[in-house]
């Protein structure tokens, strides 16, 4: 469906030397609440920072950053840093080169720390849990809360802050805590889009497209407004434009004159400038952000000896540059197969009985990672062929499906003179990767060692649809 997303990723990093001058100017802050956007209410602003951005085609635009309580801001609330910093060398003439601004990342594997500030109202906390909420439901990512115990495994989180509007850098700065200002203005809806912001997201009239299903009316808009409406030319689109989206200026901001600044060319029922909803293209835009590969490979003994234990090996990769997370492995069994015991590195496996499904969680598969499960099973005590089906499911949106599955057979029978033999993990292509056997525990699985540690417990609340 929709969105404008920044260009970032390591793939695609703007390049921005500051330059230019400050002009005097009253800010129009566009994502407050409705009521700041209906009145237009100017902040306590004065100046602007012109910015030429390079771009990796090799063009160079310009950009204008408003002064909006110190903080260089574009669109009304998108953070570029401290204006300070800007004026400065603004002031000086020597600023060319004075940094190299990049628009963040996606956050590693999906998982988006953040803290809520102390200061906040417990209106505005209860603000923040419920944006925050709305996008853990749609599965895209995972938002979980930083606390001091996992302070130093979540070094870089987002900060939600008091302050007099709503705003938010764009993507993972990777630079400590990024703040989100927010506070008793900013609605429930503005909080869902900020979030947005930092998950990756631009404002969708920017999208290089746009011209296509908006007109911009350029003679309404506030006096030294109108660089908020530019078109980002070397933005990525990610599905079709979405009048729904979260993401969307509405039709009247920045006006000058009380008309659109902003008409749609299509028909549409949409309520363009929505700051209620995650629209199914803001989701489906951040899945696509947001998205991995994770495939299975399991191997059943070729035989086994009915009623002794056999080694049932789980082969789990991660093919893509974006971890997932909160992942599941379910693996069906003989009615009469007991989980014994299990082996791995990152995994814990439990059953809730014998016959049951064993299912196997980690909190976080890394991209391109390798790894195993290990599971003993008590062989059912008649003979004939047993089956296991082994699927892989994510909190992250995963790009192949078709490898989720792997299903694999075992021959019971009936005397110990067939010894069990891993006949088909031998016949497999074989993982780049030895088995890891560094945690064992049994089918209550509560050992939480390794990697996986009390943390990983809280995210094993699997979720996930499968889109
Ligand atoms: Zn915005």
Same mark, same amino acid.
């Given at each position: 469906?929709?969105?404008?997303?920044?260009?970032?990723?390591?793939?695609?990093?703007?390049?921005?030397?500051?330059?230019?001058?400050?002009?005097?100017?009253?800010?129009?802050?566009?994502?407050?609440?409705?009521?700041?956007?209906?009145?237009?209410?100017?902040?306590?602003?004065?100046?602007?920072?012109?910015?030429?951005?390079?771009?990796?085609?090799?063009?160079?635009?310009?950009?204008?950053?408003?002064?909006?309580?110190?903080?260089?801001?574009?669109?009304?609330?998108?953070?570029?840093?401290?204006?300070?910093?800007?004026?400065?060398?603004?002031?000086?003439?020597?600023?060319?080169?004075?940094?190299?601004?990049?628009?963040?990342?996606?956050?590693?594997?999906?998982?988006?720390?953040?803290?809520?500030?102390?200061?906040?109202?417990?209106?505005?906390?209860?603000?923040?849990?419920?944006?925050?909420?709305?996008?853990?439901?749609?599965?895209?990512?995972?938002?979980?809360?930083?606390?001091?115990?996992?302070?130093?495994?979540?070094?870089?989180?987002?900060?939600?802050?008091?302050?007099?509007?709503?705003?938010?850098?764009?993507?993972?700065?990777?630079?400590?805590?990024?703040?989100?200002?927010?506070?008793?203005?900013?609605?429930?809806?503005?909080?869902?889009?900020?979030?947005?912001?930092?998950?990756?997201?631009?404002?969708?009239?920017?999208?290089?497209?746009?011209?296509?299903?908006?007109?911009?009316?350029?003679?309404?808009?506030?006096?030294?407004?109108?660089?908020?409406?530019?078109?980002?030319?070397?933005?990525?689109?990610?599905?079709?434009?979405?009048?729904?989206?979260?993401?969307?200026?509405?039709?009247?901001?920045?006006?000058?004159?009380?008309?659109?600044?902003?008409?749609?060319?299509?028909?549409?029922?949409?309520?363009?400038?929505?700051?209620?909803?995650?629209?199914?293209?803001?989701?489906?835009?951040?899945?696509?952000?947001?998205?991995?590969?994770?495939?299975?490979?399991? @191997?059943? !003994?070729?035989? %086994?000896? $009915? +009623? *002794?234990?056999? #080694?049932?090996?789980?082969?789990?990769?991660?093919?893509?540059?974006?971890?997932?997370?909160?992942?599941?492995?379910?693996?069906?069994?003989?009615?009469?197969?007991?989980?014994?015991?299990?082996?791995?590195?990152?995994?814990?496996?439990?059953?809730?009985?014998?016959?049951?499904?064993?299912?196997?969680?980690?909190?976080?598969?890394?991209?391109?990672?390798?790894?195993?499960?290990?599971?003993?099973?008590?062989?059912?005590?008649?003979?004939?062929?047993?089956?296991?089906?082994?699927?892989?499911?994510?909190?992250?949106?995963?790009?192949?499906?078709?490898?989720?599955?792997?299903?694999?057979?075992?021959?019971?029978?009936?005397?110990?003179?067939?010894?069990?033999?891993?006949?088909?993990?031998? @016949?497999? !292509?074989?993982? %780049?990767? $030895? +088995? *890891?056997?560094? #945690?064992?525990?049994?089918?209550?699985?509560?050992?939480?060692?390794?990697?996986?540690?009390?943390?990983?417990?809280?995210?094993?609340?699997?979720?996930?649809?499968?889109?």
């Amino acid at each position: 469906m929709n969105i404008c997303i920044s260009s970032f990723s390591p793939r695609a990093a703007l390049a921005i030397s500051v330059i230019c001058t400050s002009v005097a100017s009253t800010t129009v802050f566009a994502e407050n609440d409705e009521s700041a956007q209906a009145a237009n209410q100017p902040f306590d602003s004065f100046s602007q920072v012109i910015v030429p951005m390079a771009f990796r085609n090799g063009e160079t635009h310009l950009r204008v950053l408003d002064n909006i309580n110190g903080v260089a801001i574009a669109e009304g609330d998108i953070i570029f840093g401290d204006a300070e910093q800007y004026f400065y060398h603004t002031k000086q003439r020597s600023v060319r080169g004075l940094s190299n601004y990049v628009y963040g990342t996606v956050w590693p594997n999906g998982v988006v720390p953040y803290r809520i500030s102390d200061q906040l109202s417990a209106s505005a906390v209860a603000k923040v849990n419920a944006a925050i909420e709305r996008w853990n439901d749609t599965g895209a990512i995972t938002l979980i809360e930083r606390t001091d115990a996992t302070a130093a495994a979540y070094p870089n989180y987002i900060d939600f802050i008091d302050a007099n509007q709503c705003a938010s850098w764009v993507g993972f700065q990777n630079t400590g805590a990024q703040s989100i200002y927010t506070g008793d203005k900013c609605s429930e809806g503005s909080m869902i889009h900020e979030i947005g912001h930092a998950l990756g997201l631009l404002h969708e009239h920017t999208r290089p497209d746009r011209d296509n299903y908006v007109q911009i009316n350029w003679d309404s808009i506030t006096t030294d407004k109108t660089h908020n409406f530019d078109i980002l030319t070397d933005a990525i689109t990610l599905g079709e434009y979405d009048y729904s989206s979260i993401m969307h200026y509405g039709t009247h901001f920045f006006s000058a004159d009380g008309r659109e600044t902003i008409t749609a060319l299509q028909n549409t029922d949409a309520k363009i400038g929505q700051r209620e909803f995650i629209s199914e293209g803001d989701e489906q835009s951040v899945i696509e952000l947001y998205q991995s590969d994770l495939s299975i490979v399991s @191997a059943a !003994p070729g035989s %086994a000896v $009915a +009623a *002794a234990d056999m #080694q049932l090996d789980m082969f789990i990769t991660n093919n893509s540059d974006m971890g997932a997370n909160r992942v599941s492995l379910r693996t069906s069994v003989p009615e009469e197969s007991k989980l014994v015991s299990f082996s791995s590195s990152s995994w814990i496996c439990q059953q809730a009985g014998t016959g049951e499904d064993v299912v196997c969680q980690t909190s976080v598969l890394a991209k391109n990672a390798n790894s195993s499960v290990s599971m003993n099973l008590t062989t059912p005590a008649s003979t004939g062929q047993a089956s296991f089906t082994a699927t892989l499911d994510s909190s992250t949106f995963d790009t192949d499906q078709s490898n989720n599955t792997d299903r694999s057979n075992t021959t019971l029978v009936a005397t110990s003179n067939d010894v069990p033999t891993n006949e088909k993990a031998a @016949a497999q !292509p074989q993982p %780049a990767f $030895a +088995a *890891a056997t560094d #945690q064992a525990a049994t089918s209550g699985g509560s050992s939480g060692g390794g990697a996986f540690g009390p943390l990983g417990l809280l995210l094993l609340i699997c979720r996930r649809k499968l889109v």
